[in-house]
T-cell receptor
C-alpha cells in the first residue's frame, strides 16, 4: 500500500543544535513532496516543497530538505534550532497522476530545550 | 485577503445528531480536502474534491458526507453513523497537485 512514514513520533533537541526529521514514502513513482508545520490548535503552514529539479530545497524559517530517490526519503533539516521551532511537523505527498490525493505522515512532535 | 475559512471553531454534538462543518475558500482553487486529526495519528483524509460536483472518498469516509456545489465551498457533514466523531477537523484547498492551504480547523466534541 502507498504510504508516508515518519518514524520519529517525538524528538527533543537543545536550542542551537541541528535537527533532522525523517520522512520516507512508498510509491512507485516520484510524488510531489511537502513538509508542513503545525502549532497547537492551528492549521498547517507549508515549510517547503519538492516537485522536480534540484534535490536540495530551501524553505521558510531556515529549513531545508533533501530528496533522495534511492532511499525514497525527503528528510527535513535545520542547522540551528530556535525555541520557537517547537511544533508538530508533517511530511506529505501527492502522487502525480493519482487524482491529486494529498496524503500525510503521522507527524513528529519537536520539543526544544532551552 | 485570500484564504480558507472554517467555521465554527468549536462545535458540540449530541449523540445521534448530524452536524455540518463549513469550509469556504476565495483562492480560486479547484481542489479541496477534508482531514480528521487525532493525537498520534496525523491527518487522515476523509474526502477530497478536484472539481465542482465531483468528489472522492478518502481513507476514512465512513460516517461522513460532503457536497461540492460551488467552487468556493466544501461542507462536511458528520452523520450519526460516525461512532467516534470527537476530533479536530481540517479543511484545505490547492491548485490540484500543488501545495495545500489550510483553514484553522474545527474542534468537534460529542457531549
Amino acid at each position: 500500500a502507498q504510504s508516508v512514514t515518519q518514524p520519529d513520533i517525538h524528538i527533543t533537541v537543545s536550542e542551537g543544535a541541528s535537527l533532522e526529521l525523517r520522512c520516507n514514502y512508498s510509491y512507485g513513482a516520484t510524488p510531489y513532496l511537502f513538509w508542513y508545520v503545525q502549532s497547537p490548535g492551528q492549521g498547517l503552514q507549508l515549510l517547503l516543497k519538492y516537485f522536480s529539479g534540484d534535490t536540495l530545497v530551501q524553505g521558510i524559517k531556515g529549513f531545508e530538505a533533501e530528496f533522495k530517490r534511492s532511499q525514497s526519503s525527503f528528510n527535513l533539516r535545520k542547522p540551528s534550532v530556535h525555541w520557537s521551532d517547537a511544533a508538530e511537523y508533517f511530511c506529505a505527498v501527492v502522487l502525480t497522476g493519482g487524482g491529486n490525493k494529498l496524503t500525510f505522515g503521522t507527524g513528529t512532535q519537536l520539543k526544544v530545550e532551552l | 485577503d485570500g484564504g480558507i475559512t472554517q467555521s465554527p471553531k468549536y462545535l458540540f454534538r449530541k449523540e445521534g445528531q448530524n452536524v455540518t462543518l463549513s469550509c469556504e475558500q476565495n483562492l480560486n482553487h479547484d481542489a479541496m480536502y477534508w482531514y480528521r486529526q487525532d493525537p498520534g495519528q496525523g491527518l487522515r483524509l476523509i474526502y477530497y474534491s478536484q472539481i465542482v460536483n465531483d468528489f472522492q472518498k478518502g481513507d476514512i469516509a465512513e460516517g461522513y458526507s460532503v457536497s461540492r456545489e460551488k467552487k468556493e465551498s466544501f461542507p462536511l457533514t458528520v452523520t450519526s453513523a460516525q461512532k467516534n466523531p470527537t476530533a479536530f477537523y481540517l479543511c484545505a484547498s490547492s491548485i490540484g497537485g500543488g501545495h495545500a492551504f489550510f483553514g484553522q480547523g474545527t474542534r468537534l466534541t460529542v457531549v
